[in-house]
């Protein structure tokens, strides 16, 4: 009947349900969930207007989310980070300038790019659908859950047989038991919970189930609850500077820095420019931006130095035409990547980046020459 149920078959992980609205008609709600590395993410759709929600994004499935959503033929109206993520990127940023639409949070969140801050109690219409903001501080002070029709998305608040951590910055035990037992108790227990988080391939649970069987709501004393926050011993979140630098801030990842700059300049092969040098082509400039220990010790025949940290500063002296074709290496083809796209910035827009470094070329036995000279 609609383009909705015959999904169904092909995504096992998606799960689509008919609902009936207060006007008595029979309404859709279109649901997927993503995964990654353990960090799950849901796109909430109204198949009957097309708008969508998309609930903690991760940086890696930027594309996955846009394709869902295009084969489903949904707009997504608004992106939500339930919280300041400590533990990954969010792509809450990236997709709200790509999109145009904005980003929702607490108004606790103290990053810049939030343009839409919300608070207990209030509502965001995604089409029929409403989701529903219940303000549960703990995990962090910006955490929130969202209630949306028979699920409730509930972040790191609650997760399936844990919660979240109150070690992290903003992090409270005091707050995450008022949280849990003052507001989370008291939904619904048929509700199905997704959290932000989830390990062990669970799609989701219940809050029944979790309330009946979650080890750390069977620790219903404040005190003793806080005390066994307090006494985790959990090791830090592998990219914990990097999570909180960008997502409090709206600055750039390393890996988004990278992808910008080669998205932005035209790589050459390692085989094509050994056959230049071989050929001891003079159309090429070949530019080395190590540093001088390094380019001494081995460097590709003919290269010339000039410092990734010293580029800008001696380019005008270093490279006089700004019309020449320049192919420039590093060790591993990543800082190669950013100096080429400052270049191509500067006006040689003959640039090209090696797909490679030094260490490839080693690698495939080509001709290195060793000392100050190229
Ligand atoms: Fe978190």
């Known amino acids: ?6 999904l169904r078959a092909t995504t096992p992980r998606r799960i689509l349900r008919r609902a009936i609205d207060g006007g008595g008609r029979e309404s859709h709600v279109i649901f ?6 353990g960090c799950q993410s849901y796109l909430v759709g109204c198949a009957e207007s097309c708008a969508a929600a998309l609930i903690d994004p991760e940086i890696s499935l930027t594309d996955r989310y846009l394709a869902a959503a295009a084969r489903d033929g949904l707009r997504i109206r608004y992106l939500i980070d339930t919280h300041t993520h400590a533990d990954h990127l969010s792509a809450t940023q990236q997709l709200s300038r790509q999109l145009g639409v904005p980003v929702a949070m607490h108004r606790a969140s103290p990053a810049p790019f939030v343009t839409l801050k919300l608070d207990d109690g209030e509502m965001l219409a995604v089409g029929k659908l409403r989701l529903q903001v219940l303000y549960t501080p703990g995990h962090t002070r910006d955490s929130f859950c969202l209630c949306v029709e028979d699920r409730v998305f509930t972040g790191d608040t609650l997760l399936i047989g844990a919660t979240g951590r109150t070690d992290l910055p903003g992090g409270d035990p005091n707050a995450l038991f008022d949280s849990l037992f003052g507001r989370l108790s008291r939904l619904d227990p ?5 959290p932000a988080h989830e390990y062990k391939g669970r799609d989701h649970s219940t809050i029944g189930q979790e309330f009946a069987q979650n080890p750390r709501l069977q620790v219903r004393e404040r005190t003793a609850f806080i005390e066994m926050m307090r006494n985790l ?3 830090m979140p592998t990219h914990i500077t990097e999570a909180l630098r960008t997502n409090m801030s709206g600055g750039k990842t390393v890996a988004q820095m990278l992808a910008e700059a080669a998205a932005s300049v035209p790589f050459m092969s390692l085989a094509e420019l050994q056959a230049r040098v071989a050929a001891e082509s003079q159309e090429l400039l070949i530019l080395d931006v190590r540093e001088r220990d390094d380019y001494e010790k081995a ?4 290269a010339r130095l000039l410092p990734r940290g010293q580029l800008e500063l001696r380019v005008n002296q270093e490279l006089p ?8 290496y590093c060790e591993l083809g990543r800082i190669s990547t950013l100096a080429t796209a400052t270049l191509r910035s500067m006006g040689f827009q003959r640039a090209v980046a090696l797909d490679g ?3 490839a070329w080693r690698e495939a ?3 290195v020459r060793s000392g100050a000279d190229p």
């Open 1 to 6: 009947m609609t383009r909705g149920f015959r």
């Open 32 to 37: 997927e969930q993503f995964s990654a590395g």
């Open 190 to 194: 048929a509700l199905k919970v997704h």
């Open 233 to 235: 011993n959990l090791k």
């Open 299 to 302: 460097h590709i025949p003919g």
């Open 321 to 328: 035409d700004p019309t020449c074709r320049i192919v420039v």
């Open 357 to 359: 470094g030094m260490q």
């Open 365 to 367: 036995s080509y001709p």
